[in-house]
């Protein structure tokens, strides 16, 4: 059966768009209308005063990276590397050694994250099998001159606390 095609006549342009002007009237006239409506009132407005007034972060957002640790402080990664296999934009590597604390048979010696590569796509938290590494410290503006310091290592991803309480994450959804 062949497509049936439904041919839809092309009107064109009316005289009144062809003459140009009042259809540039007619935008200047909206324009105008919203900024002397903004001028004159402007709670309606959506701005935010950043950085003053900082966003609210919810549980389930996604920013920079951390990783837990069990309540004796001891890291909980076991170096499965499941988040590095799963990073789909390749920017976490993981070195393993031996762990001699009886929790696991490895932990991390060495855990780097890229952030100029990160898509922040949360696929390294999702595949994670033990909660060791979250997206919850609430961190969002991540600025610096150069691009080593765009590089977290183990110690600033151990140190870094979440923003938000045990109960509000799980809560959360994450
Ligand atoms: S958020 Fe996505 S891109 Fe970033 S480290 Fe995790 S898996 Fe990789
Ligand atoms: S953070 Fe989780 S997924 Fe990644 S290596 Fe450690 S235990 Fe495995």
């Known amino acids: 059966m062949g497509a049936q095609v439904k041919t839809i006549e092309r009107k064109g342009s009316s005289l009144q768009e062809r003459l140009y002007l009042p259809e540039i009237f007619k935008g200047m006239a909206t324009t105008f209308g919203h900024l ?3 001028l004159l009132d402007n709670r309606k407005l959506y701005v935010r005063h ?3 007034v900082q966003p609210e972060i919810p549980v389930r957002w996604r920013g920079r990276h951390r990783l837990t640790t069990h309540e004796d ?7 499965c590397f499941m988040c590095q296999t799963n990073c789909p934009a390749n920017c976490i590597m993981i070195e393993a050694g031996e762990r001699l604390d009886g929790k696991a048979e490895k932990m991390p010696v060495k855990f780097n994250i890229d952030l100029l590569e990160c898509i922040y796509c949360g696929y390294c938290v999702e595949a994670c099998p033990v909660d060791a590494i979250r997206m919850d410290t609430g961190i969002f503006s991540v600025t610096d001159n150069n691009r080593e310091s765009f590089v977290l290592g183990l110690e600033e991803l151990l140190t870094t606390p979440g923003a938000f309480s045990e109960e509000e994450y ?3 959804g994450a």
Do not use: D, I, S
């Not at 402080?73 to 170096?79: F, Y």
């Open 36 to 38: 002397w409506r903004n």
């Open 50 to 52: 950043y950085p003053e």
């Open 73 to 79: 402080q001891t890291v909980k990664c076991v170096a």
């Open 170 to 172: 799980k809560k959360g």
